[in-house]
C-alpha cells in the first residue's frame, strides 16, 4: 500500500471534512459508514474508504438531477458545465467553480509544457468544442504555454486542411483516430501527401491509442511530425492529469497537488506505487469544490514505470495505460484489449479501413472473437483471402482466433471525440 | 465633427506612433500619406487620414498571409487566431495578442452585466466555436459575469433541446436566426411548445435581426422570454463593441477606452456624435497590438441615440443599427434593407419559412426585385395566391415592388453563424 504522506494527507482530510458538509451525497454515504463529523483526523484509515464508480456518479444524477446530490457548492457558484464525452450510453455533467477551472488550466499547462508546447507552435486545436472538456477547457492551456491557438473544433475536415495551409499550421492537438481521417482527406481532397501539409508535431489525447503498438509510428511517418501522447484526463477528475514528456517514456503525472492517486488490483486493495507495480488508478481530489471525488476509479489499467515522493512532499510518477478494465476480455485465459487490434492495420490498408468493432462476447471464454471490419473489396476470393490474412496475424499476434465479418467502407460511425471499438451486438452499428 | 478629446488624443496618438513603428502595412501607407515618425502629435488632424476598408485587409492577407503586413508584433505572440465568419468569400485572420485577447473580454463583460446577465443565469452558448470570436472570446465573458456557462456551440439542435430541458438551462446565447430553428425542432421532435422550455432570456448577437420590427416580439412570444440584443461587434475590430442594457432603448457603447468611435457621412466626412445624427460608424484601435486599425469603416449605418463625454474623457453612447451600406439597396431613390423583409414574414408562416434570398439587381433601379421564398406548397392557385398576398404586403409596407421566385423548404442552407440575406443571382444558392 502507498503510504499517505503528512503533506498530502493534511490535504486530504481538509477536502473530506469539506464534502461531509457541503455534499449531500458525501454525508448521506459518510453516515452510512458510521463516519461523524470530526473523524477526519491524522490517521484516518483513507485506504480502508469503498470505492467509488462512475455508474454511482450517473445514478446520482438520474435521481437527484441535473447536478445531483454530489455538488458541494450552491448551484450559482458553477461556472462551466460540462460533460463526458459519452462512450457510455449517458453523459454524466461535470459542474466547476472558479477555482477548479483554475485548476483544470494548472495541469494541463504543466502537460503541454513538458510535452514541448511553446511559443514558435502554431495549434490547431480539434477536439469537440460542444460541452467536451476536450474543448475550451483544453484549448486555453496552449495559449498559456505561449503557443497560438487555432480554435477549430471538429467537424469540417475540408476547411481544416485549408486552414493549415493558409496559416501555416505547423502543430495538432486531437485524437489520434482524427488523424486517419486528415490523412484520407488531404490524399483524396488535395492529392497532397499528408507529409506536405507541413505539422510539425501532434499533441493528442482523449484516447489511449498511440499506446498500441504501430500506430504512433504510423502518424508519424504518414505526417512526417513527431507525435506526443500529451493529454491523459478525464472530465470528472481533471481534464488534464498526465501526458508525455519530450522522452516519451510513459505519461507524466502533473495533477500533484490537485488530484490524489492510488493504485489497486483486481479486488480493490490499494498497491504500491512503484516501479513495475501493475493495477487500476484510483483518484482523490484534493481540490475540487463542484464535485468532489474519493478513491474514484478510472478503469484505466497502468504500469508504474517510475515513482518518488518530491520535497514538497507530493508524489511525482511516470506510468503508462495497458488498458481499460471495463474493455478488457479475458480469452481461454488470455487478456486482450479490443483496441490492440489497430496494431495489425497498417499491413492491410488500403483494403481494410482503421476503423473496426469487436464484439463482446455473450461467453467469455468463446471460441473466436466476432470483429467487424471494413472494405471496400466485393464479394470473392480476394475478400476471403484478406480475412484469412488478418485472422493469421491476429492469432499470430495475440493468440487469439478471430471471425472476421465485413461491413462496407464507412460504415462504422466516425467518432468526434474518441474511438470505440467493442459493442454488445453487430446491432449496435 | 466629433472633436478628439485630449484624453483620447493621447492613447490615439501613442497608437499611431506604434502602429507606425512595428506595422508594415502602416509605416508604408503612412508614408504614402508623406507622415513622417514624430508627426503624431498633438494637434495631429486625425478626422483626415483615409478611411480604411476590409477589402483592403483581405487583399494584404491574399498578398502577404497569412497574417498581412498589417500585424504589428512577431507572429510568436499572438495567443490566438480567429477568422471572420465569412459572409464574404474569403475570411480575414485575426490574430491576437495575450493583451488584445483581456481586451475583448473586458468590453463583452461589460455588454453582458449591462444586458443583465450574471449569477443564476445558466447560459447555453450557442454560437461556432468554430475560429469564429463569436466561440472561445465571447463565451468566457458569461463566466466572467458569474454566469454558469454551457460551451455548447452549433449543430446538434436534438442535443441542445435535451440538454436546455435535462439542465434546466435558462438563457440561451445565440443569433436571432436559430431561434427559428429551435423552435421548429422543438415543435417537431418533442411536440413541445417552445415556451415550456424554461429558457427566460435570450442573449442574443452575431447579426442585427432583433432591430427588424417583429423579429424580437416573435421570438419573445414563441419561447416566452426576454430578449436581448446583447452583442453588436466585428472580430477585425473587437468581438462585442455594444449591447443592449435593461431598457433595450439601443446599444450601449461598451469599448471605451479600447476602440475609438466615429460616424461618417456618405462620402467619408465625419460627423458629430450626438443625439439624431445618422451616419457610418468608423472604428480605431486604442490598444489592439495584433492588428491595429484606424478610421476603419464598418459598413453598418447606425443612428446616434444619446451621446456624452464621461469624467474619463472618452465617448458615452447609445446608438441604433439602420442597417448596412453595403447590403443597402436604392430602388428608385427608396433605400431598402433585405433583412427588412423578415418583418413581413409570421403573417404567412407557416406556409413559408423564414428563410429567403434578394437577389441584387444588375440595375439599382429595377421595375421589381427578384426575391426567393421558401414553401412546400405546391405549384397551383394556392401558391400564387400567397405570392401575390406576399407582394402586396411587401408594397404596401416598404413601397418596394417585388417578384416573388419559390424554392421548396430546406433549399437555402441554414447558417451556423449569421444570416445572409442577398444574393448576386439565384445560383449562388
Not at 511516470?318 to 479475458?330: F, Q
Request: net charge negative.
Amino acid at each position: 500500500m502507498r503510504l499517505t504522506k503528512p503533506e498530502e494527507e493534511s490535504e486530504l482530510l481538509a477536502a473530506l471534512t469539506r464534502a461531509q458538509a457541503k455534499s449531500p451525497f458525501w454525508r448521506d454515504r459518510f453516515a452510512a459508514l458510521g463516519l461523524r463529523p470530526g473523524d477526519f483526523v491524522p490517521g484516518f484509515p483513507f485506504e480502508q474508504l469503498p470505492l467509488l464508480s462512475k455508474s454511482e456518479l450517473l445514478a446520482d444524477q438520474a435521481e437527484h438531477g441535473p447536478l445531483g446530490r454530489l455538488l458541494a457548492v450552491p448551484p450559482e457558484e458553477i461556472r462551466r458545465i460540462h460533460k463526458t464525452s459519452g462512450t457510455s450510453a449517458r453523459p454524466l455533467f461535470i459542474a466547476l467553480t472558479q477555482r477548479d477551472i483554475a485548476d483544470t488550466y494548472v495541469s494541463a499547462t504543466r502537460a503541454f509544457k513538458a510535452a514541448g508546447m511553446g511559443p514558435g507552435d502554431r495549434v490547431a486545436h480539434c477536439l469537440n468544442f460542444n460541452m467536451w472538456s476536450g474543448g475550451v477547457s483544453d484549448y486555453l492551456p496552449i495559449e498559456a504555454v505561449g503557443a497560438t491557438g487555432i480554435p477549430f473544433g471538429v467537424g469540417n475536415t475540408s476547411l481544416l486542411l485549408e486552414t493549415i495551409r493558409s496559416l501555416g499550421v505547423n502543430a495538432i492537438s486531437s485524437t489520434p483516430s482524427y488523424m486517419y481521417t486528415l490523412r484520407d482527406r488531404c490524399r483524396a481532397e488535395l492529392g497532397l501527401d499528408p507529409a506536405e501539409l507541413g505539422l510539425k508535431r501532434g499533441y493528442f489525447g482523449g484516447e489511449g491509442l498511440l499506446q498500441v503498438p504501430g500506430v504512433r509510428a504510423g502518424i508519424e511517418r504518414d505526417f512526417g511530425l513527431v507525435a506526443i501522447d500529451a493529454n491523459y484526463g478525464m472530465s470528472e477528475v481533471l481534464s488534464i492529469i498526465a501526458g508525455e514528456d519530450a522522452a516519451r517514456d510513459g505519461l507524466v503525472y502533473h495533477a500533484w497537488g490537485i488530484v490524489y492517486a492510488e493504485l489497486v488490483d483486481p479486488s480493490g486493495r490499494p498497491l504500491p506505487i512503484e516501479a513495475g507495480a501493475t493495477g487500476e488508478l484510483v483518484f482523490s481530489s484534493l481540490r475540487r469544490e463542484g464535485q468532489p471525488l474519493f478513491r474514484y476509479r478510472t478503469n484505466d489499467l497502468a504500469e508504474i514505470l517510475w515513482a518518488e515522493t518530491a520535497d514538497d512532499g507530493l508524489l511525482r510518477m511516470r506510468y503508462r495505460i495497458i488498458g481499460r478494465s471495463d474493455e478488457m476480455l479475458v480469452l481461454r485465459g488470455v487478456n486482450f484489449f479490443p483496441q490492440a487490434l489497430q496494431s495489425v492495420i497498417p499491413a492491410f490498408e488500403p483494403a481494410l479501413s482503421r476503423f473496426y468493432r469487436v464484439v463482446r462476447p455473450k461467453d467469455g471464454d468463446c471460441g473466436a472473437l466476432e470483429v467487424l471490419f471494413e472494405t471496400d473489396l466485393p464479394d470473392g476470393a480476394e475478400r476471403d483471402h484478406l480475412a484469412a490474412s488478418i485472422a493469421a496475424k491476429v492469432a499470430a499476434t495475440f493468440q487469439v482466433r478471430i471471425e472476421v465479418h465485413w461491413l462496407p467502407m464507412g460504415r462504422i460511425p466516425r467518432e468526434a471525440n474518441k474511438a470505440r471499438y467493442l459493442v454488445r451486438s453487430a446491432d449496435e452499428i
